[in-house]
Nanobody, 122 residues
């Protein structure tokens, strides 16, 4: 069982930055694929970014087109934490952001956090 706890959300003006954190429990955190998703008002949940283990010490990151060049996902396997650095925020980035985890690269995410609100004012 993996438990995920997000933090770092808040209110920011357009053009500003926030860093979200997701602390995870679990002994094999380093091999989990970790992802960030978001759900805006009246919208379906959508993929934002993911970072997956590729063997050894290699990880690959994937991003939604809407956040490429603005958001960066990273992880600290010592702290069992994944981060989402969000720069150049736009009002359309307003959403509840969720952290998710799965034990492999394929298939659905098995574990989800409770979400953290990000509001970007214009």
């Amino acid at each position: 069982q993996v438990q995920l706890v997000e933090s770092g959300g808040g209110l920011v003006q357009a053009g500003g930055s926030l860093r979200l954190s997701c602390a995870a429990s679990g002994r094999t955190f380093s091999r989990y694929t970790m992802g960030w998703f978001r759900q805006g008002p009246g919208k379906e949940r959508e993929f934002v970014a993911a970072i997956r283990w590729s063997g050894g010490i290699t990880y690959y990151a994937d991003y939604a087109d809407s956040v490429k060049g603005r958001f960066t996902i990273s992880r600290d396997n010592v702290k069992n934490t994944v981060y989402l650095q969000m720069n150049s925020l736009k009002p359309e980035d307003t959403a509840v952001y969720y952290c998710a985890a799965k034990s492999g690269s394929n298939g659905p995410y098995d574990y989800w956090g409770q979400g953290t609100q990000v509001t970007v004012s214009s």
